[in-house]
Nanobody
Framework: QVQLVESGGGLVQPGGSLRLSCAASGSIFSLNDMGWYRQAPGKRDLIAVITRGGSTNYATSVKGRFTISRDNAKNTVFLQMNSLKPEDTALYYC?????????????WGQGTQVTVSS
């Protein structure tokens, strides 16, 4: 059984910062690509992804403001969000591709709410 547990969401004023964390636990043989998505009405968009080796990619809307990183020893991925805008308000989900040694599949966290408002 694999779990992804997110934390760090909340209410922040425009221009502020938040740091999201997502920790994976359970039957983990290898933890591969990890990413953050956010949920808008009707769709879930990928905003940042990081490979096991540390290569990153970002959605245009967050490039230069958000930074994804990971701690492989702790099976944790982070999303540092700076210069937040009201349009960043969403439910943020962590995603990870995990192998248990036999099969590899994608897992999701439960979501954490980020609200940017004055």
């Amino acid at each position: 059984q694999v779990q992804l547990v997110e934390s760090g969401g909340g209410l922040v004023q425009p221009g502020g910062s938040l740091r999201l964390s997502c920790a994976a636990s359970g039957s983990i043989f290898s933890l591969n690509d990890m990413g953050w998505y956010r949920q808008a009405p009707g769709k879930r968009d990928l905003i940042a992804v990081i490979t096991r080796g540390g290569s990153t990619n970002y959605a245009t809307s967050v490039k230069g403001r958000f930074t994804i990183s990971r701690d492989n020893a702790k099976n944790t991925v982070f999303l540092q969000m700076n210069s937040l805008k009201p349009e960043d308000t969403a439910l943020y989900y962590c995603n990870a591709v995990i192998s248990d040694g036999r099969l590899s599949r994608a897992y999701w966290g439960q979501g954490t709410q980020v609200t940017v408002s004055s």
